[in-house]
Every structure is written in C-alpha cells, then in structure tokens.
Nanobody
C-alpha cells in the first residue's frame, strides 16, 4: 500500500484547505485510515480517521466542527477538509493506513498504522 498526501500550503487564520491522500495497492476494504499531524518536538497526533469501507469517523477534540474526513473509494482517495484554520493547526500532515486484522484494534495509536505517506506541510499565519 502506498499513500501520497498533497494539498498543504501556507494560509491565513480562518482560511480553508483540503488535503488529499492518493492511495494505491489496497488489497481489500479492511483498512482504517487516518490523518495525523506532527510538529517538531511533539508526538504525532491523530487528527481524524475513517474506516475505508464504512462511515465511522473520529476527530480530535481540537478539530471537531472544523475538519471533515472523507474518502472516495472509486478514486482511492481520502480527503481532509480543514476550515477555520488556526495557527495551532500548523504541522506536517500525514495520511496512514491500518490493516484491520481483528475486531478490536487501537486506531488511536500511530504505531499500529503499517503504511504511511510522505507528509504535506500546512502553515497557518496570523
């Protein structure tokens, strides 16, 4: 599985951006997909996630109501629509895929994601 994130950039406070994650090599629909972000000196943070074959989504409290995760299975692409951006949203954003192997799994943990794309930088200026 290969993932490629794109769509980052430098914007002003209150602006919007849409990140895309192009995915190739999925061998089934049993994946949990995530958008993570990381700033230097801090742990990688799960921003939003979605089950590839379903509609179950999760969001970090810091982005609820502002970010929306979605996916287009026909295009093998995942998106992160980011509205009302704040300076604290500044980070490198990565998309990642976790292969679901059991009923119970911990999608919150970045170490459980097997596949990662190169990040895309998002910078929000005040």
């Amino acid at each position: 599985v290969q993932l490629q994130a794109s769509g980052g950039g430098q914007v002003q406070v209150g602006d919007s951006l849409r990140l895309s994650c192009a995915i190739t090599g999925l061998t089934s629909t049993g994946y949990h997909m995530g958008w993570f972000r990381q700033v230097p000196g801090k742990d990688r943070e799960l921003v939003a996630s979605i089950i590839w074959s379903g509609r179950f989504t999760t969001y970090a409290d810091s982005v609820k109501g502002r970010f929306t995760i979605s996916r287009d299975m026909a295009k093998n692409t995942m998106y992160l629509q980011m509205n009302s951006l704040k300076p604290e949203d500044t980070a490198v954003y990565h998309c990642a895929a976790l292969r679901i192997r059991s009923v119970q799994y911990y999608y919150q943990r970045p170490e459980n994601y097997e596949f990662w794309g190169r990040g895309t930088q998002v910078t929000v200026s005040s």
